[in-house]
């Protein structure tokens, strides 16, 4: 094939192929899982820290687990805005309230992951007072990654990936492309874990912070967009020996300046709020010692973990679209 020609068709596939991303990226997410082990006290540290790699590296475990299973896509996000205008006001807290309003499968459609956070923390309650460790790493861990979803504004909205305001990618721009840009830079010292006086509402709190984000993030992009030539906006970067074209890195500073510190914000309330549950659990559990804990994961959990790893690397992960959530 000429050089010209090779050029131009290396450069419409480097169009087509999707930049793949997920929530918070897999490297946020990691972060922020890893992070909240930090704050918590004394009476738990010890034993989260020597869990730390688990927790930390089975924090994607539910966005890799979304393409092979039907019921896990629904817990990762809450399309507020399906519900009108004041939703964020108006949506019953409770599940049975909200399934009684409106029914069971509309909210699974829409999404669920503030009562699904709530449910997450009874059932880690249960798994400290049953010393259940594989329960209680399994459950940690994904609560941190649904507790992180929650705080993300695109997580919030039917619009989650700028569909529908011609803003295609902007979910992966915010929650991956800014975080492994800049989060070098963030001030991760959140302080120490709180006790959560009322865990069902604290869910909602995360959603209702996100949400009231969501016009700045949309917003901002759609500003600089226009200010910016299309060739600027974007660059070429090569990964996993793939070229892929990503938002170059004025386009995102530019853009990172104007949310004027809300990424790294969002990842703080994460941080804070995931160690929260945590602790919160263990406190409704009795504060069980936790050294004379199991110490390692039965043969059926890690022959579990196996697997599903393996299934994920066999795939199907498609269809799935740049920046999906
Ligand atoms: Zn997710």
Known sequence: MAGKQRVVLFLLFAFLLPHLGYSWGFFAHQRINR??????????????????????????????????????????????????DSALYKMPRFWQQAVELYTEDTLQAYGIVPWHI????????????????????????????????????????????????????????WESRLPELFSGNYDFFVGQAQYIEQPQLRAWDLVASAHTGLDSVLYFEKQLTQAFDEEKKY????????????????????????????????????????????????????????????????????????????EYEAGPHKPREEGDN
Not at 144 to 149: E, K, M, R, S, T
Not at 239 to 268: C, H, I, P
Not at 269 to 297: C, E, F, H, M, N
Request: one cysteine or more.
């Open 118 to 173: 709530s449910l997450m923390k009874y059932q880690l309650t249960q798994a400290f007072k049953e010393r259940d460790l594989d329960r209680i790493l399994r459950l940690s861990t994904e609560m941190g990654h649904y507790v992180a979803d929650a705080c993300v504004p695109l997580h919030t909205t039917q619009n989650y990936n700028g569909q529908f305001t011609g803003q295609r990618g902007i979910h992966g721009f």
């Open 235 to 310: 660059s070429f970067e090569v990964r996993n020996s793939l070229t892929t074209r990503v938002y170059s890195r004025a386009f995102s500073e530019a853009y990172s300046d104007k949310l004027n510190g809300q990424v790294e914000r969002q990842m703080r309330l994460a941080i804070r709020t995931i160690a929260s549950y945590w602790y919160t659990a263990w406190v409704d559990a009795g504060q069980p010692d936790l050294s004379t804990y199991p110490k390692v994961l039965t043969a059926e959990e890690q022959q579990r973990l196996e697997m599903e790893k393996k």
């Open 35 to 84: 992070l909240a082990v930090f704050t918590l006290p004394p009476e738990m540290i010890g034993f989260y820290k020597k869990h730390i790699r688990y927790i930390t590296e089975n924090a994607v475990n539910p966005d890799r687990r979304r393409y092979a299973v039907e019921w896990e896509a629904p817990r990762h996000y809450i399309d507020l805005d399906v519900y009108g």
